[in-house]
């Protein structure tokens, strides 16, 4: 039977590889943001579709962000034990993580 311990393991897993590539996409479009000057402000048209896959890895960061709170919390992980009280952190710094990638993706690419 899988138990919640290896379905959080894999949340874990999964979104710190997505915020790896929401890193490397943000970084690349600020790169290619850089190109635009006064004299010519037109951004490279790969930066409309590097700006929707941010969008839309942002989107599915916070869907595993809302799964591993519920499924933290449908465990009954309790803040009073070590591991629980490890679990709930890493849930928390989750949470902040999608807050900066959404807040990045929505209303820093223009």
């Known amino acids: ?6 379905i959080l393991n ?4 999964v979104a710190a590889l997505f915020f790896g590539v929401f890193g490397f996409l943000y970084s690349t ?3 290619a ?8 402000p037109v ?24 799964v591993a709170i519920v499924t933290g919390y449908n ?8 591991i629980g009280r490890s679990v709930w952190i890493m849930i928390g710094c989750f949470v902040v993580l999608t807050g900066i990638a959404g ?4 209303w ?3």
Not at 1 to 6: G, L
Not at 33 to 40: D, K, L, R, W
Not at 103 to 106: M, S, T
Request: proline fraction near 5%.
């Open 1 to 6: 039977m899988i138990e919640a311990k290896d």
């Open 10 to 13: 894999w949340y874990f897993t």
């Open 29 to 31: 479009y600020a790169a």
């Open 33 to 40: 943001s850089f190109q635009a000057t006064p004299v010519n």
């Open 43 to 66: 951004r490279p048209p790969i930066t409309k579709d590097l700006k929707l896959f941010c969008r839309i890895l942002a989107l599915i960061i916070a869907l595993l962000t809302a």
């Open 75 to 82: 465990a009954g992980i309790s803040w009073s034990t070590g």
């Open 103 to 106: 807040f990045l993706a929505y």
């Open 108 to 110: 820093k690419m223009e």
